[in-house]
């Protein structure tokens, strides 16, 4: 198995595995305290153990922040609002249609007339049935803008309508949030594979 198709656990498996195994190796140049090898020996076997442990770990943390910056990239449109989730067709569309939304906005916020806010929840609510993800993502941004001509009796129905709205795009974010999750993952990794090179360098040649 490759690194590339080892998860987060194996990852960090193999770096405690690639510790554990220097550290054994290590201790079998002893006896009783005292080294095996004339120090010639012994220096050159101690640093045979330690290129070894450094080369599987420094493998391990090479894959991580490779895996890492793929992730930076993947989250990028992943978490962001649902227009980045459009295809330029779609983008167009709701920029056209935004433009007439937008005038509906104003004439609900700025009117006294109670059919305008029908009107206006009606609209939104047929955009929210159809498959236009454009008119989705329009009446999502926009919805809550009317809010304030908003009755009690309807908040909780406007309310419903935005998680009907947004459904179609809860997908990335769910994927937003379990590549968040495999990156702090990667990361403890990265951090503790460091920390181990550091401190073998610093402390593992001294007995």
Do not use: C, W
């Not at 656990?9 to 554990?20: E, K, N, R, W």
């Not at 006896?31 to 004339?38: E, K, S």
């Not at 993800?133 to 309310?159: C, M, N, Q, W």
């Not at 403890?188 to 550091?198: F, K, L, M, P």
């Amino acid at each position: 198995m490759t690194l590339t198709s080892k998860t987060p656990t194996q990852l960090q498996a193999m770096v405690d595995s690639a510790t554990a195994q220097a550290q054994a190796a290590t201790a079998g140049l002893y006896r009783d305290g005292r080294p095996l090898f004339a120090p010639d020996e012994h220096e050159r076997r101690v640093k045979t153990i330690e290129a070894e442990r450094r080369a599987s770990v420094n493998g391990v943390l090479a894959e991580t922040q490779r895996r890492s910056a793929e992730i930076d990239e993947q989250l990028q449109p992943a978490e962001a609002d649902p227009m980045a989730q459009l295809s330029t067709e779609e983008v167009q569309r709701a920029a056209a249609l935004d433009t007439f939304v937008a005038q509906d906005v104003d004439r609900v916020l700025g009117g006294n007339r109670p059919g305008d806010v029908a009107a206006f929840i009606s609209a939104a609510r047929a955009a929210a049935r159809s498959s236009d993800r454009a008119s989705k993502v329009v009446f999502l941004r926009r919805l809550p803008e009317i809010r304030p001509r908003i009755g009690t009796d309807r908040a909780g129905e406007v309310e419903a309508l935005l998680i009907e709205l947004g459904r179609p795009f809860k997908s990335a974010g769910d994927k937003a949030a379990a590549l968040t999750a495999t990156q702090r993952d990667l990361q403890r990794i990265q951090h503790g594979a460091v920390t181990t090179n550091y401190l073998q360098r610093t402390y593992g040649a001294r007995r």
